[in-house]
């Protein structure tokens, strides 16, 4: 199980920082966050429910992560074990991570697939983000997995739509012609492009496409 240590720095100021796996009593606020980081016009029914967060902490609590700041919690971090050949390239959100109850997660994967991250607005320069991922990449090599892979949102690709296609527009970000704000922070945290996926996910500002991108275990 995880339990990490470390210090932020808050307007310059280092703040104590635990990164854990959650649990139930972590669930509301665990839905705070969600609240949080995804407000309106963000439909309220997208959030974390209850029974989601129980299926994360029964099926695989070493996928499910929190970062907390005193006695409050300021991101999360989800993942599932996945078999890709199950699934295909051009997969979607809601197949792969079972509609986010990861009632589909399989033992015996070798791909930890990331189903969400979060942060809340006040903390989202202070690297908690670039800690969770790095948490999740220790993940994959205690468990000796081939991989982590996720869809990652491109929200700036919307206004691109009706000139690019989203592997040109991922290419333009890779390339650094452009600034994606999901796309460049993965990037910072060592993901690789992977390719694209159609129809990831209802998001009009990433035109429902979704980079894939991984990070694969070194030590494998």
């Known amino acids: 199980m995880m339990?990490?240590?470390?210090?932020?720095?808050v307007?310059?100021?280092?703040q104590k920082t635990v990164i854990r796996n959650y649990s139930h009593t972590d669930f509301d606020s665990l839905i705070d966050v969600q609240r949080a980081s995804f407000p309106p016009p963000f439909p309220e029914e997208l959030w974390w429910n209850k029974e989601q967060l129980a299926e994360h902490v029964i099926r695989?609590?070493?996928g499910a992560l929190c970062a907390e700041v005193g006695n409050q919690l300021v991101g999360s971090m989800t993942a599932l074990l996945v078999n890709m050949d199950d699934y295909g390239d051009n997969h979607d959100w809601e197949t792969i991570t079972g509609g986010g109850y990861i009632r589909n997660h399989n033992s015996n994967g070798d791909t930890l697939y990331v189903v969400d991250i979060?942060?809340?607005?006040?903390y989202r320069k202070?690297?908690?983000g670039k800690w969770l991922m790095q948490s999740m990449y220790e993940t994959v090599v205690q468990l000796g997995l081939r991989r982590l892979l996720g869809g990652g949102r491109m929200p700036g690709y919307g206004a691109y739509a009706h000139e690019l296609s989203p592997e040109n527009y991922l290419d333009q970000v890779i390339s650094g012609e452009r600034k994606d704000p999901v796309i460049t922070f993965l990037l910072r945290?060592?993901?690789m492009p992977a390719g694209v996926?159609?129809?990831?996910?209802?998001d009009e500002q990433s035109n429902h496409c979704a980079a894939i991108m991984e990070w694969r275990n070194p030590f494998i």
């Open 60 to 62: 695989f609590p070493a």
């Open 3 to 9: 339990h990490k240590e470390l210090y932020l720095f």
């Open 126 to 128: 202070t690297g908690i």
């Open 11 to 14: 307007d310059g100021k280092p």
């Open 197 to 202: 996926a159609h129809h990831y996910l209802e």
């Open 189 to 191: 945290c060592g993901r």
């Open 118 to 122: 979060c942060v809340i607005p006040e």
